[in-house]
């Protein structure tokens, strides 16, 4: 085999395995990313499910019956529900995590969350702020379908209590018809920076991993100019 | 030729950079085309040391070039 067609062989391995090396460290980088951010969401969920149950205790029944302090239906939804919405996500951060289903499954929970604190607080438009706030959460995974599962969720539920049950959710018997439309605004909005934030965000990663491929076949270069000089120097040495 | 080995040098990274191309000779390419370019192919240059990065019309080391 001719010394060309060997430094060729080489080259192309050595190309191969850096750039195989950058997608594993990409891969990995994202993993963990996800991981992380299934690990907050199961923390977040019991304390939803805890801070949840308080409402429906203290704030809840007054919201609901006037003055009337009693252990009210919403400590049960509080309670049971609460469980049921926390019990799939919790679960499957901690037995999968970093798979897909893992982070659509907690974007649902983490809306439905949402619609069953804005329900607890009487509908209360302050409470609607948690919908945002879980979005930005929600980004924190990078992964910018997982925020469309997300809208979808709180979009439906927003579209099927506005007409079952309106004050549930807005905490009048008879808004707007185009109340729904108003919020769903603001939530496309919202993510819509979102969802450039998370491709940006996956793009810099990329290009980070990439970095780290180029330094490798950098110091792969200078590692064969010194071989050749090393060789060189031996052989000049051999001629004398 | 002179290869501008400078640490120091608070500028950092390159403003062109010439490759080889398919059909024989270099193609000159900017930071932003030479980025687009697949990693595979990048990463070829770079440890075939076929790539010579440029700042301001004069030649850098690679190592120079890749410190941003």
């Given at each position: 085999?001719?010394?060309?067609?060997?430094?060729?062989e080489m080259?192309?391995?050595?190309t191969?395995a850096?750039?195989?090396?950058?997608?594993?460290?990409?891969?990995?980088?994202?993993?963990?990313?996800f991981?992380?951010?299934d690990?907050?969401?199961?923390g977040?969920?019991?304390?939803?499910w805890?801070?949840a149950?308080f409402?429906a205790l203290t704030?809840?029944p007054?919201g609901?019956q006037?003055?009337?302090?009693?252990?009210h239906?919403?400590?049960?939804?509080?309670?049971?529900?609460?469980?049921?919405?926390?019990?799939?996500?919790?679960?499957?951060?901690?037995?999968?995590?970093?798979?897909?289903?893992?982070?659509?499954?907690?974007a649902?929970g983490?809306?439905?969350?949402?619609?069953?604190?804005?329900?607890?607080?009487?509908g209360?438009?302050?409470?609607?702020f948690h919908?945002?706030?879980?979005?930005?959460?929600?980004?924190?995974?990078r992964?910018?379908?997982?925020?469309?599962?997300?809208?979808v969720?709180?979009?439906?539920?927003?579209?099927?209590?506005?007409?079952?049950?309106?004050?549930?959710?807005?905490?009048?018997?008879?808004?707007?018809?185009?109340?729904?439309?108003?919020?769903?605004f603001?939530?496309v909005?919202?993510?819509?920076?979102?969802?450039l934030?998370c491709?940006?965000?996956?793009?810099d990663?990329?290009?980070?991993?990439?970095?780290?491929a180029e330094?490798e076949?950098?110091?792969?270069n200078q590692?064969?100019?010194s071989s050749?000089?090393?060789?060189a120097?031996?052989?000049?040495?051999?001629?004398r | 030729m002179?290869?501008?080995?400078n640490?120091?040098?608070?500028?950092?990274?390159y403003d062109?950079?010439?490759?080889?191309?398919?059909?024989?000779g270099?193609?000159s390419?900017?930071?932003?085309?030479?980025?687009?370019?697949?990693?595979?192919?990048?990463?070829s240059?770079?440890?075939e040391?076929?790539a010579?990065?440029?700042?301001d019309?004069?030649?850098?080391?690679p190592?120079?070039?890749?410190?941003?």
């Amino acid at each position: 085999m001719s010394v060309a067609r060997k430094a060729l062989e080489m080259t192309q391995a050595a190309t191969e395995a850096i750039v195989q090396r950058a997608e594993t460290r990409y891969e990995a980088h994202r993993q963990e990313m996800f991981r992380s951010a299934d690990r907050m969401f199961a923390g977040l969920m019991i304390g939803q499910w805890i801070f949840a149950i308080f409402i429906a205790l203290t704030f809840s029944p007054y919201g609901w019956q006037g003055k009337v302090k009693t252990v009210h239906m919403h400590v049960w939804i509080a309670v049971l529900l609460g469980a049921a919405i926390t019990s799939l996500p919790v679960a499957l951060a901690w037995f999968r995590p970093g798979e897909p289903l893992t982070r659509h499954a907690v974007a649902v929970g983490q809306m439905l969350w949402s619609a069953l604190l804005i329900h607890l607080t009487g509908g209360r438009i302050e409470t609607h702020f948690h919908v945002f706030g879980s979005l930005a959460l929600l980004a924190f995974y990078r992964d910018w379908p997982v925020l469309i599962t997300g809208t979808v969720v709180v979009a439906t539920d927003h579209l099927l209590r506005g007409i079952l049950w309106p004050e549930s959710v807005y905490g009048i018997p008879n808004p707007e018809w185009w109340r729904f439309l108003e919020h769903a605004f603001w939530v496309v909005f919202c993510i819509s920076f979102l969802i450039l934030s998370c491709r940006r965000s996956q793009k810099d990663m990329r290009v980070m991993a990439e970095r780290g491929a180029e330094l490798e076949a950098l110091s792969e270069n200078q590692w064969r100019n010194s071989s050749v000089l090393e060789r060189a120097a031996a052989d000049t040495r051999g001629d004398r | 030729m002179t290869v501008d080995t400078n640490i120091g040098d608070a500028r950092k990274g390159y403003d062109r950079v010439e490759v080889p191309a398919p059909g024989g000779g270099t193609r000159s390419l900017t930071p932003k085309q030479f980025e687009i370019l697949p990693l595979r192919e990048r990463v070829s240059f770079l440890i075939e040391g076929t790539a010579q990065f440029f700042r301001d019309g004069r030649p850098i080391s690679p190592s120079e070039a890749m410190r941003t």
